[in-house]
Nanobody, 121 residues
Framework: QVQLVESGGGLVQPGGSLRLSCAAS????????MTWHREIPGKERELVAG???????YYLDSVKGRFTISRDFAKHTVDLEMNSLKSEDTAVYYC???????????????WGQGIQVTVSL
């Protein structure tokens, strides 16, 4: 099993910045890609950014150029630096990890509990 814990959310004004962090513990050898998702009330959860086990980042189009994902493979952490925040970035942000393709790692993604990010005056 893998446990994920997010930190760093909060309230920020439009145009401001926040950094989210996610720390993994447990059987971290089961982790493949690590990702950030967000959920806005009334909308489906969407993938915001991710980084593969090989270190390749990918982003939702609407956050490209504003958000940066980084991953520390030794510490089993993944961060999301969010700049030029907009009101539409307000959501609950979730850290997730995809399991390695090994029977002992299970079939489903691991998820954190979520953390609120509010962009407002």
């Amino acid at each position: 099993q893998v446990q994920l814990v997010e930190s760093g959310g909060g309230l920020v004004q439009p145009g401001g910045s926040l950094r989210l962090s996610c720390a993994a513990s447990g059987d971290t050898t089961c982790i493949s890609a690590m990702t950030w998702h967000r959920e806005i009330p009334g909308k489906e959860r969407e993938l915001v950014a991710g980084m593969t086990s090989g270190g390749s980042p990918y982003y939702l189009d609407s956050v490209k150029g504003r958000f940066t994902i980084s991953r520390d493979f030794a510490k089993h952490t993944v961060d999301l630096e969010m700049n030029s925040l907009k009101s539409e970035d307000t959501a609950v942000y979730y850290c997730a990890a995809e399991p390695q393709l090994q029977p002992s790692c299970g079939l489903f993604d691991y998820w954190g509990q979520g953390i609120q990010v509010t962009v407002s005056l």
